[in-house]
């Protein structure tokens, strides 16, 4: 049986629900997404298709002009029609609105029960990012006379100090996976049969600044321990190859140990995570671990996750090296500019220190 990796299964459950999204947009979206094909990823486009769908749902729900159609019927004439006005008004809903759970949670859902969504900075800043793709294509391919969307200014972006976990937090964090204290009894008895995974996966996001995407679709031949590597897949699609320190082989290696124990369930034998149902592990389940155990190491830190280990990782690298090119060569970040965005505040700060510890000579100014 050909052996299809988890980025190409993923890929492809994308490409799956992006086909099935597109049967609730205007027929031109197809048009639009085909454009985009070679240049953007399948979860990429997925996401796009989401946030279209939510456009155009406002749309007809909500602007009286488009109640005459339900948002797969809307053809040219309708796309024509949609001003500045139109756009700045979706910008306004998605601070808070309503939305049918079955959309997320099909197993939760009951008849007529939705959901409450608020839309921070950055998740308005996406969705009309989605919309302004959309809008320039219908106008540089003359399907519209003007580029409405353009006029529309995107909200403000306000920079935010980066959360990352400080020494004795971490040695707290890992202490309780080792020890399983600070757990109820419930949870020491769950983390005696994970507590080998979880401290492998702790490590691998302090000691190698791993995305949480790219460490569940981690594979056991990816790794070669004599060089104390492994192969990673980028977002993208792009290879690369990653090193990481003997304390973080010898977690890993000690998992391995048990891991090699486990049958895989069918289409999960390559998996090098596996959750205790012997499938490959979800993000959503690492994201929830990491939040477990981060907040017994920082109980202030109410928002600690799998990306804030990966700015632990950064930030100690970069605080140990100094070298911002490094960093994000490290982290994967096709733009340096995206890392220096993150860590310059850390050069200010050595910038501080130096001025301090520079001797000058003593100078009484009341005595000149």
């Known amino acids: 049986m050909r052996r299809v990796s988890f980025h190409h299964q993923t890929a492809q459950a994308a490409a799956d629900k992006l086909r099935e999204v597109l049967l609730e947009l205007p027929r031109l979206c197809t048009d639009y997404f085909r454009s985009i094909s070679q240049v953007t990823s399948a979860l990429t486009r997925q996401a796009y298709a989401y946030d279209l769908r939510l456009f155009f749902r406002y749309l007809a729900e909500e602007e009286s002009e488009f109640s005459d159609a339900s948002p797969r019927l809307m053809e040219q004439a309708h796309l024509a029609r949609i001003t500045a006005r139109h756009i700045e008004g979706f910008q306004d809903y998605l601070q808070f609105y309503y939305k049918q759970l079955d959309e997320q949670n099909k197993q939760l859902a009951k008849p007529g029960r939705s959901v409450s969504i608020q839309n921070q900075e950055l998740g308005i800043m996406r969705k009309l990012s989605s919309v302004r793709s959309f809008f320039d294509y219908l106008f540089k391919s003359e399907v519209i006379p003007a580029n409405n969307a353009a006029l529309v200014s995107m909200p403000k ?3 935010k100090p980066i959360l990352y976990m400080e020494e004795d937090e971490v040695q707290r964090m890992m202490d309780a996976v080792i020890s399983g204290q600070g757990f109820s009894k419930t949870q020491q008895a769950y983390l005696r049969n994970t507590q080998r995974r979880d401290l492998a996966i702790l490590m691998m ?10 460490l569940v679709g981690l594979d056991t031949d990816h790794f070669e321990f004599e060089r104390n590597s492994f192969m990673v897949t980028r977002k993208g699609g792009n290879q690369t190859i990653l090193y990481y320190p003997d304390s973080v082989k010898s977690c890993l290696e000690h998992y391995l140990q048990e891991r090699n124990e486990i049958e895989a369930l069918p289409g999960h034998e390559y998996a090098f995570f596996l959750s205790l149902q012997k499938r490959r592990i979800t993000q959503r389940a690492v994201e929830n671990l990491v939040k477990k155990y981060a907040l017994i190491g920082a109980p202030l830190k109410k928002k600690l996750s799998p990306h804030k280990l990966r700015s632990t ?7 140990e090296t100094g070298d911002i090119y490094l960093v994000a060569d490290t982290l994967g970040h096709a733009d340096v500019n995206t890392t220096r965005k993150h860590y310059a505040a850390m050069s200010d700060a050595k910038r501080k220190e130096a001025a301090k510890r520079i001797v000058l000579p003593t100078v009484e100014p009341s005595d000149v």
């Open 205 to 214: 996001f302090l000691g190698t600044g791993i995305r949480v995407s790219e």
């Open 313 to 319: 990782f950064g930030t100690n690298l970069y605080q």
């Open 157 to 159: 972006r306000h920079s």
